[in-house]
């Protein structure tokens, strides 16, 4: 009975981080579209470093676990 608690509550984490970095990912872009970033330097370089990062090392961690599959 735990371990199934557990597994939900990992697979609604799952969930719920990828909806927060879909709404990222679109602000990002609404804000490129706008011309937000043409006024406000500073966000478009923290906005835009945090996704780098975070999609960086999401891609690390996919190929890693690709790797243990060979």
Do not use: P
Not at 35 to 46: K, T
């Amino acid at each position: 009975m735990k371990s199934q608690f557990i597994i939900i509550l990992v697979f609604i984490s799952g969930v719920v981080c990828f909806a927060g970095y879909c709404y990222a990912i679109i602000d990002w872009l609404e804000d490129c579209r706008t011309g937000v970033y043409h006024h406000e330097h500073f966000e478009a370089f923290y906005e835009t470093s945090a996704l780098v990062l975070y999609s960086a090392l999401g891609l690390r961690f996919i190929h890693s676990k690709l790797d243990s599959f060979k």
